[in-house]
Structures are given as C-alpha cells and as structure tokens.
C-alpha cells in the first residue's frame, strides 16, 4: 500500500483528462487552495450525495480562494453523464489506471461491509498556494464530509 501523505507534504503533481476529455494539470491550478477528493464510483448514493454537498458549497469555496476537484477510476463518459446528470459544475477527473490514486495514498485495501477488499479509500486533501498538504482526510464518510471539511476550513 502506498504511504499516507501528511501535511507538509508535496502534493503530487498530476495531469488527468475531465470529463470532456480535456487534460488538466494540478500545477496549473497553482497559486490557488484546492480541494482534491477521492471517489470511488461516479453514479454511486455516496459519491452522489458526496458530489452534490461540494457542488453547493463551491460558491462559498470559491469567494475563499478555493477551487474543487474531483478523481475517481471511472472513464470520461460515465463522469460527463454524472456531471451532467447533477449539475456539477467543478472539474470531475478520470484516473483509469488509478496512478494518482494511489500516489495519495487513497487506494489500497479497506474493509467494505466486513470485507476486506482494494479500492479507491475515500480521501480529500486540501492543497495550500504552494502546492503543499494542508490537510489530509482518508477513509472519510461520504455524508458530513464537506460541513466538517468547510468548518475545519473556518467556515
């Protein structure tokens, strides 16, 4: 399994196709705070639920200075019909081969009602200006998260 990344950290840096295929870098998002996070399956109650509380709070995000993105194993289809099914309005990033996965350390094995199995560990990091973990959130739970997330930002 791939180490956890700690703030402080180099977040590393990155270049996925969105949903329109369109390659996006992390650096390019430089000078700005980001949120990346980790789903495991487009289309998903969780992810869905998940997906939909950052699409809410991006206007307040984004006065903040922070951009929200984010990266599951799906192809470029599956996440434009996401996208487009709940108007989401923040990138939604393709990771196939799951390279950028576990480079964060968010894949790997997890339990899953009791069983052990190797997947994509739910995980958000918030990334500072410079590129560097600000905070790094695994095994998080899909409903709840971006409230604690937004408070532990001082929301």
Same mark, same amino acid.
């Given at each position: 399994?791939?180490?956890? %990344? *700690?703030?402080?950290?180099?977040? /590393?840096?990155?270049?996925?196709? !969105?949903?329109?295929?369109?390659?996006? $870098?992390?650096?390019?998002?430089?000078? +700005?705070?980001?949120?990346?996070?980790?789903?495991?399956?487009?289309?998903? /109650?969780?992810?869905?639920?998940? @997906?939909?509380? #950052?699409?809410e709070?991006?206007?307040?995000l984004?006065?903040?200075?922070?951009?929200?993105?984010?990266? @599951?194993?799906?192809?470029?289809?599956?996440?434009a019909? #996401?996208?487009?099914? !709940?108007?989401? &309005?923040?990138?939604l990033?393709? =990771?196939? !081969?799951?390279?950028?996965? *576990?480079a964060?350390? $968010?894949?790997?094995?997890?339990?899953?009602?009791? +069983?052990?199995?190797?997947?994509?560990?739910? @995980?958000?990091? %918030?990334? =500072? $200006?410079?590129?560097?973990?600000?905070?790094?959130?695994?095994?998080?739970?899909? &409903?709840?998260?971006?409230?604690?997330?937004?408070?532990?930002?001082? !929301?």
């Amino acid at each position: 399994m791939t180490e956890r %990344l *700690q703030p402080g950290d180099v977040a /590393p840096d990155f270049t996925l196709p !969105d949903a329109d295929g369109k390659p996006v $870098a992390l650096s390019s998002l430089r000078g +700005k705070r980001v949120i990346l996070y980790f789903y495991p399956a487009a289309m998903t /109650p969780g992810c869905t639920k998940e @997906s939909i509380d #950052f699409n809410e709070a991006l206007p307040e995000l984004e006065a903040e200075g922070v951009t929200v993105v984010g990266i @599951s194993p799906d192809k470029e289809a599956k996440l434009a019909k #996401f996208r487009d099914r !709940d108007g989401l &309005t923040f990138p939604l990033l393709s =990771d196939a !081969d799951t390279k950028v996965l *576990q480079a964060y350390g $968010a894949y790997g094995e997890k339990k899953l009602y009791g +069983k052990v199995t190797v997947g994509v560990i739910r @995980s958000t990091f %918030l990334i =500072d $200006a410079e590129g560097k973990i600000e905070k790094a959130y695994y095994n998080v739970k899909a &409903t709840g998260h971006v409230a604690r997330l937004r408070k532990d930002l001082g !929301d």
